[in-house]
Nanobody, 112 residues
Framework: QVQLVESGGGSVQPGGSLTLSCAAS????????MAWYRQAPGKQREVVAW???????QYGSTVKGRFTISRDTAKNTVSLQMNSLQPEDTAVYYC??????WGKGIPVTVSS
């Protein structure tokens, strides 16, 4: 049974940085794609960034240039470096693998 566990969330002031990490267990072999999603209060879950074997890392338009996704295929881990955080980045962030396995989510709050 695949399990994804996120870490690194928390509270930060506008303009600050955070790094989220996600570690997988129970997988057989390497994931072909890992991604980060987020869901803000009252909004739908949206994809933030993803990294796959077939393409360079991709980003949602609202985070491009500020967030960086990094994946270790051998360890089945993925991280999300978030810079220049703004209040609108406040959300629960979810790790995803193979577009079907989900972590439980970790909150990120950006507030002064």
């Amino acid at each position: 049974q695949v399990q994804l566990v996120e870490s690194g969330g928390g509270s930060v002031q506008p303009g600050g940085s955070l790094t989220l990490s996600c570690a997988a267990s129970g997988a057989v072999g390497s994931f072909n794609v890992m991604a980060w999603y987020r869901q803000a209060p009252g909004k739908q879950r949206e994809v933030v960034a993803w990294d796959s074997d077939s393409n360079s890392p991709q980003y949602g338009s609202t985070v491009k240039g500020r967030f960086t996704i990094s994946r270790d295929t051998a360890k089945n881990t993925v991280s999300l470096q978030m810079n220049s955080l703004q209040p609108e980045d406040t959300a629960v962030y979810y790790c995803n693998a193979q577009w079907k396995f989900w972590g439980k989510g970790i909150p990120v709050t950006v507030s002064s």
